[in-house]
């Protein structure tokens, strides 16, 4: 589940970090400071689920 969820967010980082340059470009630096940021912050909860740092479901698994 945390591999799937992972893959599933890395294109829409790229997608919120691609259109936060693009929009920088075009003199819009308060939206693409925030594409950027957003598209950041996507891209490590993926890099986390995806390593195994961060497993949501394993609070459930006795020890």
């Known amino acids: ?17 691609s259109l936060g340059i693009f ?6 630096n308060i939206i693409g400071n925030g594409l950027l940021i957003a598209g950041t912050v996507i891209l ?6 995806l390593t195994g740092l961060y497993d949501p479901y394993a609070n459930h698994i006795p020890k």
């Open 44 to 49: 490590m909860g993926s890099v986390t689920l």
């Open 23 to 28: 929009s920088r470009k075009k003199k819009n």
């Open 1 to 17: 589940m945390n591999i799937g969820l992972g893959l599933v967010l890395i294109p829409i980082a790229i997608i919120f970090i």
